[in-house]
């Protein structure tokens, strides 16, 4: 087992009710503090949208999180020019 191994951690989140481990390097608070804000973004695109579908819920969490990403990004850029 190589070092990179080693150093992985199994934590323990929930997200819109379901339980998932997630296994990676980062360190468990950066994990759950990630699945929470997935779990917010979750909780009010539904609120906004009784009626869609679990699936549909996250493919749409998932679209405007990384649009904030992408917006995010393009902003440090600017910055950085």
Known sequence: ???RE????????SIYG????VVGQED?????EVARIV???MREIKRRNPYL???RLAVLTAVNVVS???KAEAEQ?????
């Open 77 to 81: 850029r600017n910055k950085d020019s």
């Open 39 to 41: 779990n917010d973004q």
């Open 68 to 70: 904030e990403y992408k």
């Open 1 to 3: 087992m190589n070092n």
């Open 18 to 21: 379901q339980q998932y481990t």
């Open 53 to 55: 579908d679990t699936t």
């Open 28 to 32: 468990p608070a950066h994990v759950k």
């Open 6 to 13: 080693n150093n992985k951690h199994r934590t323990t989140v």
